[in-house]
T-cell receptor, first 111, second 114 residues
Framework: QKEVEQNSGPLSVPEGAIASLNCTYSDRGSQSFFWYRQYSGKSPELIMFIYSNGDKEDGRFTAQLNKASQYVSLLIRDSQPSDSATYLCAVNELGSYIPTFGRGTSLIVHP | EADIYQTPRYLVIGTGKKITLECSQTMGHDKMYWYQQDPGMELHLIHYSYGVNSTEKGDLSSESTVSRIRTEHFPLTLESARPSHTSQYLC?????????????FGPGTRLTVL
């Protein structure tokens, strides 16, 4: 049974702070890792994907992958109230086109 | 900008009606998916397709059916709607050639069955 675990939150951070969202996965054969943002009542939108160990940066967002420890994280620098949303972690195993989604972490950025 | 469309966006119908939720994408993606999501809850995969004439059931048992006659079109049909079908239905697509299989989601259809 493939599992992707996320703390449901809510994670509350002040505006301007760094928000750190974490995700662990059970399948060591996992190859691709995704972070989606979902605003309340809206559909998920892709923020970043990562497939190599280490960090990947895109603007205020940094994805970090550690395959040995089976975790992937998302850092949001200079958090803004507009970042308040649920962040979904998704994992694809090698050769599969069906991602396994976590339940999501609710992030609240307060002014 | 992802080009994936769903209609209708909102639908309120009575029990026992047959409905079809439409999903179309103009990106030429070979893979398409249907998810069900209740408010504040996780995504549940109900159907997917790897290409034309290919359809499979997902993890969540569903009384719906799908078809994939054209690459761009992946409609979902409920033969007899029930109140338990009340939910948000999300369509998504992805492209094998990208190698990473990132999914693009449509805006969703919010279905209410009375």
């Amino acid at each position: 049974q493939k599992e992707v675990e996320q703390n449901s939150g809510p994670l509350s951070v002040p505006e301007g702070a760094i928000a750190s969202l974490n995700c662990t996965y059970s399948d060591r054969g996992s190859q691709s890792f995704f972070w989606y943002r979902q605003y309340s009542g809206k559909s998920p939108e892709l923020i970043m994907f990562i497939y190599s160990n280490g960090d990947k940066e895109d603007g205020r967002f940094t994805a970090q992958l550690n395959k040995a420890s089976q975790y992937v994280s998302l850092l949001i620098r200079d958090s803004q109230p507009s970042d308040s949303a649920t962040y979904l972690c998704a994992v694809n195993e090698l050769g599969s086109y069906i991602p396994t989604f976590g339940r999501g972490t609710s992030l609240i950025v307060h002014p | 900008e992802a080009d994936i469309y769903q209609t209708p966006r909102y639908l309120v119908i009575g029990t026992g009606k047959k409905i079809t939720l439409e999903c179309s994408q103009t990106m030429g993606h070979d893979k398409m998916y249907w998810y069900q999501q209740d408010p504040g809850m996780e995504l549940h995969l109900i159907h997917y397709s790897y290409g034309v004439n290919s359809t499979e059931k997902g993890d969540l048992s569903s009384e719906s059916t799908v078809s994939r006659i054209r690459t761009e079109h992946f409609p979902l049909t409920l033969e007899s709607a029930r109140p338990s079908h009340t939910s948000q239905y999300l369509c998504a697509s992805s492209e094998s050639a990208s190698g990473n299989n990132e999914q693009f989601f449509g805006p969703g259809t919010r279905l209410t069955v009375l």
